[in-house]
């Protein structure tokens, strides 16, 4: 995760006057306390230090990862590698080579991608508009994810399978979340939903409402996005017993200084500073503890940061995994992704203060060096013993240094829950400030005094297992008081922090609207009639949209605890023609879940040329699409939606082919008009398909030879839900 602190600077504004910004190559890209500190904790030898420190001053290559599902993402990588790699092999701009894109040798798949192709290059060239073209259209329509090399690792470690309950703590701007419903996803019979759940939880309402953007682009019923703080998240209990619910997976990508994304974030160069880490580190902490907590013993967590400092990275691992007495274990990961260039955690570090010195213990440490708020942790930035440190195994966390592969700078560290967390909490707590008034008794505290001395020593013995204790206290007290109040649909929450109308489950058997949508369309009984949800305006809604079960059950056992902005994909949309039978159609969204279980006359296949209609036109006449596809969309209601399937492994003897290999299935929702037919999908998806199937091209800007043409003989009536992707 990026910066977990403002800048010290004043919004560009500096004596009251505007400061003047410099150009991106005038940027420093130096500092000389980060290039102290880091030459201090020997990270790499001192022959390797100048080559990574000058690797840190370049400009990152961009990579991006192929998303979706396993099919179609073999698709769009052939695309890549038959049309796009040999074009840009042999380009040249200004007589330089360009480097054409490749696979990350160590990503699985080859779905993991990275050229060194400048941005401005990229844009204004006019023999790589096209690539440009292609990943901007790719990019919206969630079959590729811009996504910085390093940020795709911790997700790889945790083997999320379809059955898993997953927790990613601080999952805002989404990529690392998008990996986790991927897998999820990965083994999933088309038509059905796996059992698993991943809550994606940002402490930023806006960075969490981010995520509804990743979310609505990947089509999944089993996400669920949360707003609390990652420390704080709140116990969900299962029924009536005193159990909490846990999760078999959980990424702590935390809040960090981001001093390993200096090759993007050219600011950190002038704004870094060692105190960057002490600030974060007590909250990393306790994030992490949460996490332990939260996990299911057997369970994997993998914390990472975008961070190469040890106080932010060793320090809370050591430090949390000797709190729990062997509860947790670091896991050797080291024969996973082989082609992962790496190094082994550190085990000892020096901890620099703010006059610029380096320290090997806290001894000594005074208020003229370090704040107050700083030495109430100064102890959890340091290493433990050596003989605990081997014990601990810190040589397993991961780091990945800038220079090994070309990429940005990463930690992660692979932990399991060996054994449950069931301490007495308060003996834990007395024992911690004891041990802390034996270490003030030895070195002072400066110039505070005894009193000031207990209070902070009582602070700090304070840490998350008080925390814990208190929260286990009042989910006890509300459920014997009887005041746990259940997700229910005549009871929605309202949270006036949150902008948008709750969430309010529909049952189809009290619910008559829903159920003659359901009755409409011919949803059959595979399909779960307990997943149907809506946000509530004037107790009507506009859309409605899909859960998984599990997602339901989850929501219900939380009751008004979690705070969720969104959750499930839309599948039902309300229709604005007046004429139309039923006065719902079905969204672009919602098609993969829907099409197993639709009746059978809303399921249309078509032949090559009829796709060819439909991409190419507006509105495309019925009469210039094959007999038997016409005759199966006249025999539903005019003004109705149709799904247009187009199913390649039936098409394999066909004369005429889509332009590219195409294998997954096309699947496209239509507005059936009285003469005509048109494709519910947005200016993006319609570009993708052009090109994919056709072979035609268009710029974002519009340039190019993809032009659509409009059948202006279709009636007026025919066209408004062309209009009317978005209700």
Not at 393 to 414: D, K, S, W
Not at 476 to 489: D, I, V
Not at 648 to 674: F, M, N, Y
Not at 698 to 708: E, F, M, S, W
């Amino acid at each position: 995760m990026g910066r977990g602190k403002k800048s010290r600077k004043d919004n560009g504004h500096v004596n009251g006057e505007r400061k003047r910004y410099k150009k991106f190559e005038d940027l420093p890209r130096d500092n000389k306390n980060l290039r102290k500190y880091y030459q201090a904790q020997k990270i790499v030898s001192e022959e390797e230090f100048p080559e990574m420190i000058e690797t840190m001053r370049t400009i990152l290559p961009t990579n991006f990862r192929i998303s979706g599902s396993r099919q179609q993402a073999t698709d769009i990588r052939e695309l890549i590698m038959t049309e796009f790699v040999p074009h840009i092999r042999d380009t040249q701009i200004d007589g330089v080579d360009i480097e054409a894109p490749h696979p990350l040798p160590w990503y699985p798949n080859n779905f993991g991608w990275q050229f060194s192709i400048p941005r401005m290059a990229l844009r204004k060239s006019t023999e790589l508009r096209g690539f440009h073209s292609f990943l901007v259209t790719e990019t919206e329509i969630g079959n590729i994810s811009r996504q910085e090399a390093v940020s795709m690792v911790p997700p790889l470690f945790l083997d999320v399978r379809s059955d898993h309950m997953v927790l990613d703590m601080c999952a805002a701007p989404g990529s690392k979340t998008a990996q986790l419903i991927e897998a999820l996803h990965a083994d999933a019979v088309p038509g059905t939903v796996p059992t698993g759940v991943v809550v994606a939880n940002d402490a930023d309402y806006k960075r969490a409402c981010m995520l509804v953007h990743q979310m609505n682009r990947l089509n999944s019923p089993n996400i669920v996005v949360t707003n609390h703080s990652g420390e704080r998240f709140p116990n969900i209990l299962k029924g009536s017993s005193r159990e909490i619910v846990q999760f078999d997976r959980i990424l702590c990508d935390v809040p960090c200084s981001g001093d390993g994304t200096t090759r993007k974030n050219v600011r950190v160069w002038e704004t870094w500073h060692a105190d960057d880490a002490h600030a974060l580190n007590p909250l990393q902490t306790k994030i992490l503890q949460r996490a332990a907590y939260l996990l299911k013993v057997g369970g994997r967590l993998v914390y990472s940061t975008c961070s190469l400092n040890p106080v932010e990275n060793e320090a809370v691992v050591a430090h949390v995994l000797e709190h729990f007495e062997g509860a947790l274990k670091l896991v050797d990961v080291s024969t996973q992704l082989p082609e992962l260039k790496r190094r082994q955690g550190l085990k000892t570090w020096k901890v620099m203060t703010r006059d610029g010195e380096m320290h090997d213990t806290p001894e000594n440490i005074g208020p003229e060096v370090a704040s107050r708020s700083t030495r109430k942790h100064m102890e959890g930035f340091f290493p433990l013993s050596a003989e605990r440190m081997d014990e601990l195994h810190l040589e397993r966390c991961m780091r990945i240094y800038p220079h090994l592969q070309n990429t940005g700078g990463f930690f992660v560290a692979v932990l399991e829950k060996v054994a449950p967390i069931g301490v007495n909490e308060r003996k834990k707590a007395a024992e911690a400030l004891e041990r802390a008034q034996q270490r003030a008794a030895a070195r002072g505290y400066g110039e505070e005094t005894p009193m000031q001395a207990e209070d902070e020593l009582k602070r700090a013995a304070s840490d998350d297992e008080g925390a814990e204790n208190k929260r286990q206290k009042i989910d006890e007290q509300e459920e014997g008081a009887g005041k746990r109040t259940p997700y229910l649909p005549d009871s929605p929450r309202e949270d006036p922090a949150l902008r948008e109308s709750p969430f309010v489950f529909l049952d189809p058997s009290t619910n008559k609207e829903l159920q003659a949508v359901l009755d409409y369309y011919g949803i059959k009984d595979s399909m779960s009639h307990q997943g149907f949800l809506s946000r509530m305006e004037n107790g009507l809604f506009r859309s409605v949209y899909y859960v998984a079960d599990s997602v339901r059950q989850l929501m219900e056992l939380a009751g008004q605890r979690l705070r969720v902005v969104n959750t499930g994909i839309k599948v039902f949309g309300r229709s604005t023609v007046k004429e139309a039978e039923c006065t719902y159609r079905l969204v672009c969204e919602g098609v993969p879940q829907l099409l197993a279980h639709l009746g059978d006359k809303f399921v249309i296949e078509m032949t090559f040329n009829d796709l060819r209609v439909l991409i190419e036109q507006v509105n495309p006449l019925l009469t210039q699409l094959s007999d038997e596809t016409r005759r199966r969309i006249e025999a539903v209601d005019t003004s109705c939606s149709v799904i247009m399937c187009y199913d390649p492994a039936k098409h394999v003897e066909d004369s005429e082919k889509p332009h590219t290999r195409l294998t997954a299935l096309l699947a496209i929702p239509c507005w059936r008009g009285a003469v005509s037919v048109s494709a519910h999908i947005n200016k993006n998806q319609l570009r993708s398909l052009n090109h994919r199937v056709l072979g035609r091209t268009a710029n974002t800007d519009g340039v190019g030879d993809l032009k659509l043409e409009n059948n202006t003989a279709s009636s007026h009536a025919d066209s408004p839900a062309a209009n009317a992707q978005n209700p």
